[in-house]
């Protein structure tokens, strides 16, 4: 009977049949045949690329500047086995669900820097503070693996005004707020400013005394170091700007937008004289913006 099917099926592929002088080796090889020709094209490249007993394993990471700075572009070396160039990646904090909690488009992105099915070589990270895991998987629906060690990123990771996330609180022009940087390894050496400027662009500029982190404006928490400032809010979306050791000032969270008027200009006449009616343009940010 056995080999009365596999006459059947090839005759129904439209292949000239077989005679009954076939062996057993080769009618398991059409076996074998028939059967990929009914798997997806994505399960025979899977296939291909992780044959069986080789799923893709990160077991250990290396990233470069060591350690990474919050901000700004590092690279990191993973080494391991199975790797290919069509598996994708993505770093979730180790807090909370880890690799769990990624989904398609968050941090995901396909191996762009394959070296050898035992290492690879990513380039252009870019994460803000904290401790962060590699999440890893062939392209091709396997689940999330992450047995490579956790790494750290240093510097900034987000910041709350009077304990509140930004956006969520009222902040009113000329009184004073307490400013919360949320981060890893912050210091005393690091620098702090807050200026007037588009979003995520953070000139070093002359660094003075007055922006340095002072010793009294650091506290510590399980995993996490905190600087408090008092500032005094002007009106106007105010983007905050750390510098981290010798590292770039790099912007941190989105701007505080402060609503309020900062200035005015004279807009009719030109030229304001004594007893003439102007229109004047005040110049700000309304509570609106966004």
């Given at each position: 009977h056995f080999f009365v099917v596999v006459f059947k099926i090839i005759r129904l592929k439209g292949f000239a049949p077989v005679s009954c002088t076939c062996t057993m080796a080769a009618s398991l090889r059409l076996w074998a045949l028939l059967f990929l020709l009914r798997l997806p094209a994505e399960a025979l490249l899977e296939r291909?690329?992780?044959?069986?007993?080789?799923?893709?394993?990160?077991?250990?990471?290396?990233?470069?500047?060591?350690?990474?700075?919050?901000?700004?572009p590092f690279s990191l070396v993973v080494t391991g086995s199975g790797f290919s160039e069509y598996?994708?990646?993505?770093?979730?904090?180790?807090?909370?669900?880890?690799?769990?909690?990624?989904?398609?488009?968050?941090?995901?992105?396909?191996?762009?820097?394959?070296v050898s099915s035992s290492m690879l070589n990513l380039t252009g990270i870019v994460l803000h503070g904290g401790t962060w895991v590699l999440c890893y998987k062939p392209a091709f629906g396997a689940q999330w693996a992450s047995p490579a060690p956790n790494f750290t990123v240093s510097g900034p990771a987000y910041y709350?005004?009077?304990?509140?996330?930004?956006?969520?609180?009222?902040?009113?022009?000329?009184?004073?707020?307490?400013?919360?940087?949320?981060?890893?390894?912050?210091?005393?050496?690091?620098?702090?400013?807050?200026?007037?400027?588009?979003?995520?662009?953070c000139p070093d500029g002359s660094l003075t005394a007055t922006t340095q982190v002072a010793t009294q404006e650091l506290t510590s928490g399980p995993g996490h170091t905190v600087v408090t400032?008092?500032?005094v809010t002007s009106p106007g979306a105010l983007t905050v700007c750390y510098k981290w050791r010798g590292y770039p000032f790099t912007p941190v969270g989105p701007n505080l937008v402060v609503p309020g008027a900062a200035g005015f200009i004279v807009s009719d006449p030109p030229r304001a004289f004594p007893g003439n009616v102007l229109e004047v343009l005040l110049l700000g940010v309304s509570a609106n913006t966004t």
């Open positions: 291909s690329v992780h044959p069986q007993g080789t799923t893709p394993t990160p077991l250990a990471v290396s990233p470069s500047p060591s350690p990474p700075c919050a901000g700004l598996d994708v990646f993505g770093f979730a904090l180790a807090l909370g669900s880890g690799c769990d909690s990624l989904s398609s488009t968050q941090l995901v992105t396909q191996v762009s820097g394959f709350t005004v009077n304990g509140t996330a930004p956006g969520s609180v009222s902040v009113v022009t000329g009184h004073q707020v307490a400013l919360q940087i949320y981060g890893v390894d912050l210091s005393s050496a690091d620098f702090l400013e807050v200026h007037l400027l588009p979003q995520g662009h400032r008092a500032l």
